[in-house]
């Protein structure tokens, strides 16, 4: 079981009560599909990813930015159990997505760097290393399942 | 490799962001041995491994040099580096791995500092320039 500071609590609480999940979302998925250009390769019936504006603008990857938000607020509801919470949706992304999960690594990299500019100096070292905790422990409670 | 297009990106982003890289190298190290600890083994020679300190700011300036430097060199990393790669394959043996986990600490102080011109398009640029600094760095490893 993963241990957690009152720190790295509150600190994941305080960052997703202050993002606005459907700013965020949108962001960090655009920002993916910009940054590592082969995970479009999982959105072929998305449309138009033909460039950065195409991609900012295309309305399913921004709805599917904020699916992907609020299924991590489960995470966040549920910090001590991440595993279990996460075992169907594991089992989709291997299963039914296809997923492979180095992808997952790749879009918390770009949640990163969307929250700290969204955050700016109050995104300190502490705050990132809380925060990348919490992402990685999503990240690797996504991959448990595939077999 | 780096197209037209990045390298320019580069150029455009580094002119708004260069008179900064002083903060920017302070704050990246600072953030580094923060989030990842591992990291502050390679600093046991100094008497303090903390955030912000004189050992750091100094260190994180002279990092930000070599960035500096990497820029002018953008069409040819690896001659443009290779004395850089000398020293920390001989001298510094900084397992590369750690050059990615800077990179990544750079490219969030620059989105704290800069959020509206690191767009997804100057990160993609950023970024693959950056890991050809780390590649052009470890060129002469073995």
Redesign the interface.
């Known amino acids: 079981m993963v241990e957690w500071t009152d720190f790295e609590r509150n600190t994941i609480q305080d960052i997703f009560s202050r993002i606005e999940y459907d700013v965020v979302g949108p962001a960090a998925l ?2 993916c599909l ?2 590592y250009p082969w995970t479009q390769r999982y959105f072929g019936g998305f449309g138009n990813l033909y460039n ?1 504006a195409a ?2 603008g295309n309305p399913m990857v921004s709805k599917h930015g904020t699916t992907i938000l609020n299924g991590l607020e489960r995470a966040v509801k549920n910090m001590d159990d991440i595993t279990n919470t996460y075992a169907e949706l594991s089992v989709l992304h291997s299963e039914k997505l296809h997923v492979d999960p180095d992808n997952f690594k790749l879009l918390a ?1 770009c949640l ?3 929250v ?6 109050e ?4 705050v ?2 809380a925060f ?1 905790k919490f992402l990685a422990v999503v990240v690797s409670a996504l991959g448990r399942q595939y077999r | 490799s780096l197209s037209e297009k990045n390298k320019a990106a580069v150029k455009a982003l580094w002119s708004k962001i260069g008179k900064s890289s002083d903060a920017i190298g302070n704050d990246a190290l ?2 580094m ?3 990842y600890p591992q990291t502050k083994t390679y600093f046991s020679h100094w008497p303090e491994v903390t ?1 912000g300190s004189p050992h750091i700011k100094a260190h994180g300036k002279k990092v930000m040099g070599g960035i500096a430097l990497a820029v002018t060199k953008i069409d040819d990393l690896k001659t443009g580096l290779s004395e850089l790669s000398e020293q920390h394959a001989y001298k510094l043996r900084v397992d590369p791995a750690n050059f990615k986990t800077l990179n ?1 600490c750079i ?2 102080v620059i ?3 800069f ?1 509206k011109e ?4 100057a ?2 640029s950023l ?1 693959k320039f950056l890991s050809g600094v780390a590649l052009a760095l470890a060129d002469r490893y073995r």
């Open positions: 655009a920002r910009v940054v950065a991609i900012k990299d990163t760097i969307v700290a500019a969204q955050l700016g100096n995104f300190t070292g502490e990132q290393a990348q | 600072s953030r041995i923060v989030v955030p990544h490219l969030v989105s704290t500092m959020p690191f767009t997804p398009e990160h993609v970024d």
